[in-house]
């Protein structure tokens, strides 16, 4: 059984941890008109009794802390330059405190506008949604946990 003391302890970014990171990428538009990256990070759905709604967000909220991310009550800070591109179809995420990268499958539009310096919009939800999910689901997560202030948010470019 764990102390409170040992509960509290931050958690360790794993590779699995970060490998288990649902993404999902889109092109918009920032008030200005300008074309903009977008990214999303979700945690899975729970894939048993041990994944508690209450670890999962505990997860989620130390990635925002390792992404420097702010709170939706808050313009979105400039986190830096954290995304890598791969390939011309994949980027890799970089986290501050651990060696391991998210590799993110982003399509060729979004990969060169992101290789010609366009910045990106990264977004982390704290609550699960399938790598399944539809557009529309996408749109209505993003309705529902923006309401309830459950994002993260963070301005970011290629390394």
Do not use: N
């Amino acid at each position: 059984m764990l102390s409170p003391a040992q509960a509290a302890e931050p958690l360790a970014l794993s590779a699995g941890l970060i490998a288990s990171l649902a993404t999902v990428t889109w092109l918009d538009t920032d008030p200005t008109g300008a074309t903009m990256c977008c990214l999303l990070l979700v945690p899975q759905p729970p894939r048993g009794p041990y994944e508690a709604p209450t670890v999962i967000e505990r997860r989620m909220r130390t990635l925002a802390t390792a992404l420097s991310l702010g709170p939706a009550t808050a313009p979105p800070p400039d986190i830096g330059p954290r995304l890598r591109p791969l390939s011309p179809t994949d980027v890799a995420l970089r986290f501050d405190g651990t060696p391991y990268r998210k590799r993110i499958p982003a399509g060729r539009p979004w990969t060169l506008l992101l290789r010609q310096r366009t910045p990106a919009a990264l977004v982390l939800g704290l609550d699960p949604l399938s790598r399944t999910a539809s557009p529309a689901e996408i749109d209505a997560y993003l309705d529902r946990t923006t309401l309830q202030q459950r994002l993260f948010f963070g301005h970011t470019r290629t390394e």
